[in-house]
Each structure stands twice: as C-alpha cells, then as structure tokens.
C-alpha cells in the first residue's frame, strides 16, 4: 500500500470514528457510498442499504442512548480498515458494554461495504437485535 493509499484510508478511519463518536447519524452515513452495502454477524443473510442503514441508526436512539465507544483501535489493509472497540450505553434493561469488530471497504474516499461483527449475546439480552 502507497504513502498516499495509506493517508487516505487513514483520513476515512479518522473521520468514521469523529462521526460514531459524535452521534450524528446523518454525519454517519454521508461517509458511505450510495450504493453500499452494511451487513451483521445477528442478520446473516440481510444486506442493509444506505437509507436502511439510517433507519437502524435512527431506531436505535430510541432504545440505546448515551452511547460511548472506548478501547477504539484501527488497523488498515489495503482497500479498507478494520475497528476494534466496545459500545457502551443505556438501554430499557440497563447499561450494556457490547464488543465488538467492524470491517469497512473504502472506495473513492467513501466506505463501499460494513461487515459488524457485535457480540450477538449481548444484544439479544439488551433487546438491541431482532430475535
């Protein structure tokens, strides 16, 4: 990978974390391009779009609020990068601190494809998944 491919994919990495940090949804999913493709280790055989990526995003304010991510970690390969961290947050049952591994593919300076790998066990006890 080039100097310049590596700054690039940095600049993407840098502002994915801004935005999931910053809780702005919209500021989320403008860092992807329109015709990506999100997809969870919970909903195997489901690809979510742009605009379905959003109404997650959207519905779960309702039930996961004061989200933190801590313990972020970012490692690049070419054509993309690869996030560590845990998410933090309220839910109806309680607080819940959620592991988890998120695959991103970046093409022309906007990620292309998410592949969310969340500790499935957590969720499903929060409520934060479909059963």
Not at 11 to 31: P, Q, T
Request: proline share 4%; charged share 20%; net charge negative.
């Amino acid at each position: 990978m080039t100097g310049g491919a590596l700054e690039n994919l940095m600049a993407v990495a840098r502002a994915w974390e801004d935005a999931c940090r910053s809780g702005d949804n919209a500021r989320i999913v403008d860092l992807l391009t329109d015709d990506a493709a999100v997809w969870y280790n919970f909903q195997p055989d489901v690809h979510h779009s742009k605009a379905g990526y959003r109404a997650i995003l959207d519905a779960s304010d309702k039930t996961f609020t004061k989200r933190t991510y801590t313990d972020m970690r970012l490692n690049f390969h070419p054509g993309g990068f690869v996030e560590q961290a845990t998410l933090s947050g309220d839910t109806p049952q309680g607080q819940v601190e959620i592991p988890f591994l998120l695959v991103a593919t970046v093409e022309g300076g906007r990620i292309s494809r998410l592949a969310e790998y969340f500790d499935s066990t957590i969720l499903h006890q929060a409520g934060l998944a479909p059963a």
